[in-house]
Structures are given as structure tokens and as C-alpha cells.
């Protein structure tokens, strides 16, 4: 049983940056691809961005490319994701998610969740 667990979210204002992480317990989470999502209230939750096991490739959605990265320590089980220039849009939950299957920008691609971590971004 795989577990994983965000943190790093918090109060920022606009223009700023926050790193979040996902530790993985219980699962060998480094053979396995993982993606970022957020869900905002009233919205479905959204693909954010992806990274493959090795680290190698990375999948960004429009909205956060060239200012959001992924990367992964297989050694600590964790993958990180840096949000620089924050914007009160990118307001929401983010959840990360071990990937199952091919597609990263889809949720039922995961077999895996945290429980999410709270990022807020003032005007």
C-alpha cells in the first residue's frame, strides 16, 4: 500500500513562490511515474504537471509552463514541485498522484492520491 503525503503549501502573495513536496511510503513509487494536481472549490480537479520515473521527461499544463517545475529524488522518494510567480488563479488544493496507466493529464491515469496541501495566493 502506497502512501504519500504532501506538504509545502501555504499563504503567499501574488508574484511569489512556494515549493511543494510528496513523500511516498509503502511502494516501490520510484519505478513509477507521478503528476501534480490542483482542484479549486466548484472545480474538478486539473493536471497541473507530470515527471517519469527516471525524472527525465516533465509534462507542464499551459497555465503553469515556465513558471511551475516537477523533479524527483528517487533516493528520498519524493517529488517536488516549484511554483514561482504565483497567481491567485493557481489558488486551490494540490494532490499528488503515483501514475498507473499512459495518460499524466487524466485522474483516473493515478491509482494513488495524498491527501492534498492548501495553497493560497493573495492579490
Known amino acids: 500500500q502506497v502512501q504519500l503525503v504532501e506538504s509545502g503549501g501555504g499563504l503567499v502573495q501574488a508574484g511569489g513562490s512556494l515549493r511543494l513536496s510528496c513523500a511516498a511510503s509503502?511502494?516501490?513509487?520510484?519505478?513509477?511515474?507521478a503528476g501534480w494536481f490542483r482542484q479549486a472549490p466548484g472545480k474538478e480537479r486539473e493536471f497541473v504537471s507530470g515527471?517519469?520515473?527516471?525524472?527525465?521527461?516533465?509534462y507542464y499544463a499551459d497555465s503553469v509552463k515556465g513558471r511551475f517545475t516537477i523533479s524527483r529524488d528517487n533516493a528520498k522518494n519524493t517529488v517536488y514541485l516549484q511554483m514561482n510567480s504565483l497567481k491567485p488563479e493557481d489558488t486551490a488544493v494540490y494532490y499528488c498522484?503515483?501514475?498507473?496507466?499512459?495518460?499524466?493529464?487524466?485522474?483516473?491515469?493515478?491509482?494513488?492520491w495524498g491527501q492534498g496541501t492548501q495553497v493560497t495566493v493573495s492579490s
Open positions: 515527471i517519469d520515473w527516471s525524472g527525465y521527461s516533465t
Open positions: 509503502g511502494g516501490t513509487f520510484r519505478m513509477y511515474g
Open positions: 498522484g503515483r501514475r498507473r496507466t499512459c495518460n499524466y493529464y487524466y485522474v483516473p491515469s493515478y491509482d494513488y
